[in-house]
């Protein structure tokens, strides 16, 4: 079967860019596969022994018009016997073989306010054309699967569920680039992504530690004023370091040295960061809600994100209890054992070839 991967991200767009570079990883290794392309619109996408096509941005805005024309003339991809889309994209609009598209959550169902307006109209546009017109539907979780046929009608048969195996770069760790001990939050400064609360829990951590920090990356966008702002008011502006944005090659270093890492958001299909923290071996604070509590299973410490006592007791625990310091980290080994690139295989193929 000739399969391609229609690539529409960049690493600024985080988790959906690392959930597609698994995607990419994961079909090499698929065996019913026979040829793999990429199709991308990205100039800088470079993998080596993987044939790339490039398709132009003014192909997009045309598979856009075409979509708000309620028209879906096949003329793309012809090359290939089916498109796998890590995430949904106006081009699968003109796609010629059968496709198949990740929707990764429907966050806007639980935290409406979190959204604008015409993101909503964007995504809802998107999403119930793409639902209908797809041969099959792949997420992450059981959450989101039954928010989805919920949602958009006939799509039962169509949806499965089936998560990815992290993505990881070889890096090189290198020695901690701070000279103090610290609490890592990787994390774009969304509502959803929970940092104002996570900030008022240290606060209370301080009282106990005085040498931990609080590590944040990201792009200073969205939220962070209102962020760095509140660092401000509680006097943390010498606890709180914000990075800005670390390049993915970087990333090995900042987990592995890391005391603890925290994961506290409100909404969430798959968290990279809770993989990251298994790799690098680094216990986890996590939401207790949700998809991600599948996730992490029993590799991790929970507490109700929506609870700042909740978050400071886990963050506390994460500290100073060192029996669970060490079960977190080897439940961690064999939770990333888990979602492995053949298990990933194996439900693909397995969705694939159901009538």
């Not at 592995?256 to 680094?282: C, D, G, H, M, R």
Request: a positive charge; glycine letters at 4%; aromatic letters at 14%.
């Amino acid at each position: 079967m000739r399969v391609g991967v229609l690539f529409t991200s960049n690493q600024a767009k985080g988790g959906v860019y690392q959930y597609s570079m698994s995607v990419i990883n994961s079909l090499i290794q698929n065996n019913q596969i026979s040829e793999l392309t990429v199709y991308t619109n990205n100039k800088n996408f470079i993998y080596q022994d993987i044939k790339i096509s490039y398709v132009s941005n003014y192909m997009i805005l045309l598979s856009l018009f075409f979509g708000i024309l309620n028209f879906f003339p096949k003329i793309l991809f012809k090359n290939s016997d089916l498109i796998i889309a890590p995430s949904y994209s106006p081009l699968l609009f003109m796609c010629s073989p059968k496709f198949v598209f990740t929707l990764h959550d429907l966050q806007e169902l639980y935290y409406p306010n979190f959204l604008r307006k015409e993101v909503k109209f964007w995504r809802n546009f998107m999403y119930k054309r793409l639902t209908k017109l797809a041969y099959r539907i792949i997420t992450e979780s059981n959450h989101v699967k039954k928010d989805i046929i919920k949602m958009y009608k006939n799509t039962e048969d169509k949806v499965h569920v089936i998560e990815s195996p992290p993505y990881f770069k070889i890096e090189e760790i290198k020695k901690s680039p701070f000279h103090f001990s610290y609490i890592f939050f990787p994390a774009q400064f969304w509502k959803h992504k929970n940092h104002i609360r996570v900030i008022m829990a240290f606060k209370k951590i301080k009282k106990f530690d005085k040498e931990i920090k609080l590590v944040l990356t990201g792009s200073k966008s969205r939220e962070f004023k209102k962020i760095k702002k509140k660092v401000l008011n509680l006097n943390l502006e010498n606890d709180v370091i914000f990075r800005g944005p670390i390049h993915q090659t970087e990333m090995s270093t900042y987990f592995s040295n890391a005391k603890l890492i925290i994961v506290p958001t409100l909404y969430e299909s798959i968290s990279i960061p809770v993989f990251e923290a298994f790799k690098y071996q680094v216990p986890v604070c996590s939401s207790g809600i949700y998809a991600i509590k599948d996730q992490v299973g029993n590799a991790g410490i929970f507490f109700n994100p929506e609870n700042i006592s909740s978050i400071y007791t886990a963050i506390k625990k994460g500290l100073t209890d060192k029996n669970l310091r060490i079960t977190c980290i080897k439940n961690g080994k064999r939770r990333l054992d888990f979602f492995s690139q053949s298990r990933f295989n194996n439900l693909l193929n397995k969705a694939l070839n159901e009538n």
